[in-house]
């Protein structure tokens, strides 16, 4: 039986190895795959930084999973653990790519077409109070705000599920009013996509 250390979990651990080998491909090439230290020495070595950056955030999604497990008492998946750290990192590299074109994000409210509401939605997480929660506002064309709610949810850590509970949660509100052709508008990436 083999040590549970960094290089264990990382590159050996058989429940997250074909997992984090199939998001990070570069590790199957690896002809030093022993060792951790030596895996992120030899990108460095080849300045492979967006390879060393994905490897650290696998090591981040590790010991995510690894958190979640002896705090919450919720066994992730290996998949689900690399997904987070992944995800927060394609969405930054989205912003930080705008940014450089200098393109800054609008924050103003854009009306949806004639006759088609729009719900905006988001979800919060307040770590210092322990909370979250998820809020909505649905607005006609010109702007008239024909309902708002928000509600505070439970059991939620990561914070694509807040915005996806926050989308859903809208949906519930607006499907039995009857309001089926509308435009959902959130302020994470990723949900859109």
Not at 67 to 80: A, V
Request: glycine residues 6%; aromatic residues 8%.
């Amino acid at each position: 039986m083999e040590d549970e250390d960094i290089n264990h979990a990382l590159l050996h651990c058989p429940s997250f190895k074909d997992v984090l080998q199939a998001q990070l491909s570069f590790l199957q090439k690896s002809q030093f795959q022993r060792d951790f230290a030596q895996v992120a020495a030899q990108l460095a070595r080849r300045n492979k930084s967006s390879k060393i950056e994905k490897l650290f955030l696998g090591a981040w999604g590790l010991w995510y999973r690894r958190n979640q497990l002896i705090y919450e008492n919720e066994q992730l998946s290996p998949e689900q653990a690399l997904d987070h750290p992944l995800s927060v990192y394609h969405e930054y590299k989205i912003a930080a790519e705008e940014q450089n074109k200098g393109l800054m994000p609008q924050c103003r409210w854009k009306p949806p077409p004639s006759r088609v509401p729009k719900l905006n939605i988001d979800g919060a997480l307040f770590h210092d109070q322990c909370r979250l929660g998820v809020g909505m506002i649905l607005r006609d064309e010109g702007g008239h705000v024909i309902f708002t709610a928000s509600r505070p949810e439970h059991e939620l850590s990561d914070p694509m599920e807040i915005e996806l509970l926050a989308v859903l949660s809208g949906l519930h509100i607006c499907f039995p009013l009857g309001l089926c052709d509308l435009q959902v508008e959130s302020d994470s990436l990723l949900v859109v996509q």
